[in-house]
């Protein structure tokens, strides 16, 4: 289905594009993931040197995404683990008696390698984020009064939450490596559906009177929250 095929190789300014070819489509898109990976979506037989046309038309555009997305890499130290935006020195230690404990300005896993310290911390992780996420849905479906949903946690590449009015609200548990106030737009932005359908006027208001600084929040998540859906220790 689709009639995709297969993704290809562009250069253009010493750097790589990737080709994605459609049949569906009939302009060409142009998109940097949170990889900072530069994508062309190309309708199927549009030649090569209108694709380099079109990155060059979009250079400065380019070129201000990719440093975005380097920006945000750069957040994510070596040595380094994110809880609610701060990052905290990653302490192994194999005899500790918790096999998670956030004390002293680090956070400590009872491990010896960080391929060992990985699934406890995410389970650690996941256990703090359902505790939290629960209590901003709670706080926030009184403070909006918004009919009360069944919350779930997963585990998303490419998205942080999603609302569905008839099952459950669904949250990604990375939102606990990021700073609080984002946290709760994601919470608000999903509960706000439940009243007003769609990204409509009528929707961004809703999140407005509960969060007035809701796009400077937007901003920080849509600049910085790539790299967060994808770290990991190791």
Known sequence: MGGRGKSEIIFFDGREAAIKWSRRRRTIGLTVTGEGEVV?????????????QALAKHRDWIAGKVAERREAWAKLRQGD?????TAYRLALQPGAAAPVALEDGEIRVKASTEDAAWPLLKTWCRRQA?????ERVDYYTREMRAPAHRVELKEWKRRWGECHPREALRFNWRLILLPPEILDYVVVHELAHLLAPGHTPRFWQRVEQVLPDYGERRQWLNRYGAPFLLWRLG
Not at 81 to 85: I, L, S
């Open 40 to 52: 062309v979506l190309a309708p199927q037989g549009a030649s090569r040197d209108f694709l380099q």
């Open 81 to 85: 683990v994110f809880f609610q935006g």
């Open 130 to 134: 359902e505790r939290l996420i629960r």
